[in-house]
């Protein structure tokens, strides 16, 4: 069984930084993507970053230049995000995402979210 955990949200001002972290657990015989996403407040899910195995990264145009996704090439499947410059705007609650191949087949694996929030 593979587990994602986030951890690294909280309470920060406008202008402020935070930076996530997403470790994973259980076997996994390929990382193929990972990546962040978010969820607002009575909005849908979208994609903030993502970071392939070759280490191409990607990120959605309200987060570009201020994110920054990077993976831990010491630890299997362990990525952060580092936000800075954050806006009342960029809260909510981030998920760790990943799409690994296990011995059940490919698929995507989600964390249990940690909430960020931008606030005076």
């Known amino acids: 069984q593979v587990q994602l955990v986030e951890s690294g949200g909280g309470l920060v001002q406008p202008g402020g930084s935070l930076r996530l972290s997403c470790s994973a657990s259980g076997i996994i015989l390929r990382i193929d993507a990972m990546g962040w996403y978010r969820q607002a407040p009575g909005k849908q899910r979208e994609w903030v970053a993502g970071?392939?195995?070759?280490?191409?990264?990607?990120y959605a145009d309200s987060v570009k230049g201020r994110f920054t996704i990077a993976r831990d090439n010491a630890k299997i499947a362990t990525m952060y995000l580092q936000m800075n410059s954050l806006k009342p705007e960029d809260t909510a609650v981030y998920y760790c995402?990943?799409?690994?191949?296990?011995?059940?087949?490919?698929?995507?694996?989600w964390g249990q979210g940690t909430q960020v929030t931008v606030s005076s």
């Open positions: 995402n990943g799409r690994f191949t296990t011995g059940i087949g490919v698929y995507d694996y």
């Open positions: 970071i392939t195995t070759g280490g191409s990264t990607g």
